[in-house]
C-alpha cells in the first residue's frame, strides 16, 4: 500500500436536476442563472466557476494529477480548463456515457488510476483542504467524515437535510464498518453523543473497481459507490480508515445554495 498520491478523482457527470429548477427566492445573477439552467453545477460562476475552489483545494492538499468524470455532453467544461494556463495541477477526463452512479463513475476513470490509490470527491462539494490532505496521507483505503453538529453549525447545508444524511458505523479502533442509509433515530441514538457522516470523500486502492463491477445496481437503478466500498469490507477484505474531521463541507446543490456559498468562499484566492 502506497503512503501517499498526487492523483484525485472529481465526479462531475451529474445531471444537476435541482439546480436545474427555477426559484424565485434564490439570489443569482443573470450569469449565474444561465449556467444553473443548464444544470452544470462545477461551472457555476463565484468570481469564477466552484469547481476552481475544489480543485485549489486540492492542490492545497498537495494533489497534482486530477481527472474529471463528465458527461459526453460536457464539452464545456472541457473547453474552460483546456483554455487555462494552469501551474499546480494537470488535468485529464473520463467519459462516464451515461449517468448510472458515483460507482459506475468512478469505473469510468479506472485507465486514469493505472493501479495507484486515489482521491475521490464530488465536484459540488467544497471539502476542506486538511480532509483531502489527511486522506492522501494515509496508507490504503480511507474516508474523510464530518460531524454532524459541525456541519449543523458551519456550512450552508440546511440542518432539515443534515440529518438526512448516511450516517458511519465505525470500529473501536477506527475503522468504516458499515454506511448507514437514512438512520433511525433509535440508531442515531446507539452511535453515541457524536454522529459521523460521509459526503462522499473517500480514498481508493485498485480494489474499488473489482467492486465497482461486481455489484448490482440500487432499488433507484444505479450503481453506488456506498455499494462498492461495503463489497469491498464484506467481500475482498478491504479495509476504510476512518479519519474524522469537526469541520465544514460546502454543498452547491441548488440556487439557493449559490449566495451562502459566495458568501463563504469571498476572498478566496484560487491557484491552479
Request: aromatic share 8%; with cysteine.
Amino acid at each position: 500500500m502506497s503512503q501517499s498520491t498526487d492523483k484525485a478523482i472529481i465526479l462531475a457527470r451529474g445531471l444537476g436536476t435541482r439546480m436545474r429548477k427555477s426559484d424565485d427566492a434564490a439570489s443569482v445573477d443573470a450569469r449565474q442563472a444561465a449556467i444553473a439552467e443548464t444544470g452544470v453545477k462545477a461551472l457555476i460562476p463565484i468570481d469564477r466557476p466552484f469547481l476552481d475552489y475544489v480543485m485549489h483545494a486540492l492542490a492545497e492538499a498537495g494533489y497534482r494529477r486530477i481527472c474529471l468524470v463528465i458527461g459526453p455532453e460536457h464539452s464545456q467544461i472541457r473547453d474552460y480548463y483546456n483554455s487555462l494556463s494552469l501551474k499546480r495541477i494537470a488535468i485529464s477526463y473520463a467519459i462516464q456515457e451515461k449517468p448510472l452512479g458515483t460507482a459506475n463513475a468512478v469505473a469510468a476513470a479506472e485507465s486514469f488510476s493505472s493501479g495507484d490509490d486515489f482521491l475521490m470527491v464530488n465536484s459540488d462539494n467544497y471539502y476542506p483542504p486538511e480532509a483531502c490532505a489527511g486522506l492522501r496521507q494515509t496508507p490504503g483505503n480511507a474516508v474523510a467524515l464530518f460531524e454532524r453538529d459541525a456541519l449543523i453549525a458551519g456550512s450552508n447545508i440546511p440542518a432539515d437535510r443534515i440529518v438526512k444524511f448516511a450516517a458511519a458505523l465505525i470500529s473501536p479502533d477506527g475503522y468504516l464498518t458499515r454506511i448507514l442509509e437514512k438512520p433511525d433515530e433509535a440508531t442515531l441514538r446507539s452511535l453515541g453523543p457524536k454522529i459521523f457522516v460521509s459526503l462522499n470523500c473517500w480514498k481508493f486502492s485498485r480494489a474499488i473497481f473489482d467492486a465497482c463491477r461486481a455489484i448490482k445496481p440500487s432499488p433507484r437503478g444505479e450503481y453506488e459507490i456506498t455499494d462498492a466500498v461495503q463489497y469491498c469490507i464484506d467481500s475482498l477484505d478491504q479495509r476504510f480508515k476512518a479519519l474524522t474531521y469537526n469541520s465544514a463541507v460546502l454543498d452547491m446543490s441548488s440556487r439557493q445554495d449559490i449566495a451562502p456559498v459566495a458568501k463563504r468562499l469571498a476572498g478566496t484566492k484560487v491557484e491552479l
